[in-house]
Structure formats: C-alpha cells, structure tokens
C-alpha cells in the first residue's frame, strides 16, 4: 500500500527536496475502486497488515511517526489548500498569482 511513500522517501534522501512547476493544477480524489477507498472498510487482518508496513518503513526510513494530534492538523490544512488553490485555479482574476503551494511548511509550525 505505501510502495509509493517509500519510493518518494528514497528519492527525497538521494536527490533532496523535489522542485516545483508552476500553473499545474492536479487533485488526486478518492473513488469507489481505489484501494485507499476500498480500505476504508478494511478488516482487522489487513488494519494489522498495514500498521506492520507503517512500522517497517518508520524504522527503514529512521522516521518518527506524528501524534494523532498532528496528524489530524496536517489533513485539515492540506484539504484547506486543497480547497484554496481550486479556488484560484479556477477563478480568472487569480489565475497568474505567483502563489505557490505549500503556502506554510507545516511540518515545522507544529
């Protein structure tokens, strides 16, 4: 399940932090047969699964995992930019802002 996270760490320690392109607008939305909707419902079995999996990777990656407070925060501010940039995306008067996203390093306010 998060083959994709541990491709993106190793990039990150290899190569450092990724840049950005301008005027893109991409929302990566859940849908009925993602399999990040379908866990939604998952089964004891596979929530063990993939908290073994979060574990391993946490220690691979020497990475320590955020508080549940801190974890609600950060989805609560990526959906509010999420909503933000939408919002400039599409209204005309804002489309050549030179905001750019992310607009706060959360990671290190909290």
Request: no cysteine; proline share 3%.
């Amino acid at each position: 399940m998060r083959l994709d996270v541990d491709f993106y760490q190793t990039l990150y320690s290899s190569f450092g932090r990724p840049g950005y392109a301008n005027n893109i607008f991409i929302v990566n939305e859940i849908h009925n047969n993602q399999e990040s909707f379908i866990l939604k419902k998952k089964s004891y079995s596979t929530k063990n699964k993939l908290k073994k999996e979060l574990d391993y990777l946490s220690k691979k990656h020497k990475y320590k995992l955020p508080s549940k407070f801190k974890l609600f925060f950060y989805k609560k501010y990526v959906k509010f930019e999420r909503i933000f940039f939408s919002f400039l995306f599409f209204n005309k008067q804002f489309q050549n802002t030179k905001i750019k996203a992310p607009l706060l390093d959360i990671f290190k306010l909290i």
